[in-house]
């Protein structure tokens, strides 16, 4: 491995001062009392300083640092791999800075040749942009006497949100867009089937079902479902984020819109995405990896940055979506936390545009209530009113709101919800 | 793991501080002894609570003055190897200093690297033996004469000089 030089700017520790001091007031009680014998005790500091020299102290030593990869999914384990080669030093301390929300395990050292090799596992537990390090080094020479301190960059890791669970893609069965593997009500040329008819001149005679014609006497043929493609529009509510990182909301949501995208798009279904609540951005449904590429990176930018933060709220709701954007008869689903009637005018800005969105609530946290205050207690049960308050108001709209928390599977959860809310239509 | 290594620095700090007070003020401390060793004592327990560098150094001067204070004013037969001892345990007391604050400023970092014990030993072991050796010298019967302590006195000031060149921090030639 090639290691990289690294200029070390030794300063005196306090042992150093130390040894002085002992020293100095030794010599100075000796001479003060003109007690000789009390030099013995300056001797060895003396010594001590003596033997190990500023010069002795080595002025680089050569290191190197790297990641086992720089983009991983949430829970993945990431190696780091610090190599050390530092003649003439006493002693090596080294201290990765890992990012926020994951788990830094030391595993141990080994000898290569004349360099040390030290591993770390990373677990991140959250998604994102993270920066890794920099690997803060403290370096001791001159028998303790010394103490050098340098930093090590390692790199960026991106981490992928980890994907809700989905079994199947599931899709309601009246569906409009041709050419897809989701089988449907109307009869076509798919492969499940979907009952007999009477035979009729231009049927295909392999199509005939010789079975139920010996049986009635006469030539029946076997129908087959169509088989359609379903267009899924992602719409996510990133306006508020509450709960402890890792579960929060918005971790949730976007757990929960990479497993619905994945799932749909290895289905060779067609899958937008609209988020609303910060900046208003959105992809047109489109299929295939490139479009499960264009919406992870989507994914992974809807954690407000620090400018956005700071720019505060903009001001663009659902309404400005463009129309054209939502397919005729696509099914919106809305990830969002309900903590406030941003979800809401965003229902009803779909129902407008004869959309029936299905609902996920992603919330898992509740706020923590401080012991005897009466007022805390108050606004929590006010808070779980107002919540409870809008999820009737959504059902009170015809509209499907499913409870996620994150573990469970969501196939059971949508088929039923699917039942609810049909595509492209007021239920 | 953590919070054990930190107890045991401590533990050391104060051990060290202890052992280094007892044979400087043993068998019969005059009353400046017993001051200065209560005061080092005090010090020492600040030091080991806090880990502070400030706080170590202030231990480290007080157990020193109280040595030296205890060798300059009990003139007694086992004095000098008192001393030595006494300068070896305060040596032993700085590394415990050092030990206890470096836990506390390494925070998680961890060591790589280390040099072997006997190399990390041998400079200690080289200035106790020299210690020693002067103590025994110190010790022989010889006729006190005006230009003898002023040469000893002379060669220690001479020898603080030299230590402290070694560790001037100039330019060094690269």
């Keep these: 491995m090639d290691l990289d030089p690294i200029r070390l700017d030794f300063v005196p520790t306090p042992r150093l001062r130390r040894l002085a001091m002992v020293a100095g007031l030794a010599v100075a009680m000796a001479v003060v009392t003109s007690h000789g014998e ?66 830094l395990t030391y595993l141990g050292t080994s000898r290569e040749g004349r360099a040390t090799v030290a591993r770390w596992t990373l677990v991140p537990g959250r998604w994102g942009r993270h920066r890794v390090g920099p690997v803060r080094l403290r370096v001791h020479a001159g028998g303790g006497a010394y103490l050098a301190r340098a930093a090590v960059e ?32 109307s009869v076509g040329s798919g492969v499940e089937f979907a009952g007999v008819r009477p035979y009729a001149q231009g049927d295909r005679q392999r199509d005939v079902d010789w079975r139920v014609s010996a049986r009635h006497g006469d030539l029946f043929v076997r129908q087959y479902a169509a088989e359609r493609a379903f267009d899924l529009v992602l719409v996510l509510d ?16 976007v757990r929960a819109a990479t497993g619905l995208v994945q799932t749909y798009l290895r289905s060779h279904d067609r899958v937008g995405l609209v988020t609303f609540g910060g900046p208003l951005r959105w992809l047109t449904p489109a299929t295939g990896p490139r479009q499960l590429y264009r919406v992870t990176e989507a994914l992974m930018s809807v954690r407000p ?22 397919p005729h008869r696509a099914f919106v689903a809305l990830i969002t936390p309900l903590l406030d009637d941003g979800p809401l ?17 992603v919330l898992t946290a509740a706020p923590t209530v401080p012991p005897k205050s009466k007022d805390a207690a108050l606004a929590v049960r006010t808070w779980r009113m107002q919540r409870e308050a809008l999820t009737l108001e959504l059902g009170s709209l015809g509209v499907a709101v499913l409870d996620w928390d994150g573990e469970a599977e969501l196939t059971g959860g949508l088929v039923h919800a699917m039942r609810a809310a049909r595509p492209g239509g007021r239920p | ?57 202030v231990a480290l001067a007080a157990t020193t003055v109280t040595v030296l204070l205890a060798g300059a004013l009990d003139a007694s037969s086992v004095r000098p190897a008192q001393v030595v001892l006494a300068a070896g345990l305060l040596m032993a007391l700085l590394s415990a200093l050092a030990a206890a604050e470096e836990g506390r400023a390494a925070g998680r970092a961890v060591t790589v690297t280390r040099s072997r014990w006997p190399q990390r030993l041998a400079p200690v072991l080289v200035a106790m033996t020299a210690g020693a050796i002067v103590a025994v010298t110190g010790a022989q019967d010889v006729v006190p004469s005006v230009p003898l302590v002023l040469a000893g006195l002379t060669a220690a000031v001479a020898a603080l000089a030299v230590a402290a060149s070694a560790h001037r921090t100039g330019r060094r030639r690269e």
């Excluded at chain 1, 949100?161 to 599931?170: D, E, G, W």
């Excluded at chain 1, 709960?243 to 971790?251: C, Q, T």
């Excluded at chain 1, 800005?349 to 609902?359: C, I, K, N, S, T």
């Design chain 1, 38 to 103: 009390l030099l013995v005790v300056a001797v060895v500091p003396l010594v001590l300083l003596v033997g190990v020299p500023r010069s002795d102290v080595p002025a680089a030593a050569e290191v190197s640092v790297s990641m086992s990869t720089a983009r991983c999914i949430e829970g993945d384990e990431v190696e780091l791999v610090l190599t050390v080669r530092a003649d003439g030093c006493d002693q090596v301390q080294a201290e990765p800075v890992a990012p926020p929300w994951s788990e």
């Design chain 1, 154 to 185: 390692i790199g960026d890791l991106v981490v992928y949100p980890a994907a809700a669970a989905l079994a199947r893609a599931v899709a309601p069965t009246e569906l409009a867009a041709p050419l897809g593997e989701h089988p449907s009500r």
């Design chain 1, 238 to 253: 990133t306006e508020l984020d509450a709960g402890e990182p890792g579960r929060s909301s918005l971790d949730l949501t």
């Design chain 1, 305 to 326: 940055d620090r400018s956005e933060l700071e720019a505060g709220p903009v001001g663009y709701g659902l309404g400005h979506l463009p129309r054209g954007l939502l």
């Design chain 1, 345 to 361: 005018d965003a229902v009803r800005v779909m129902l407008e545009r004869g959309f029936a969105p299905l609902v996920i609530d």
């Design chain 2, 1 to 57: 793991m953590t919070v054990l290594r930190s107890l045991l620095q401590r533990v050391a700090v104060l051990g060290t501080g202890l052992a280094v007070i007892a044979v400087a003020v043993l068998p019969d401390p005059s009353r400046p002894v017993l001051v200065a060793a209560a005061l080092a004592l005090a010090a020492c327990v600040v030091a080991a609570a806090i880990r502070r560098p400030l706080a170590g150094t």
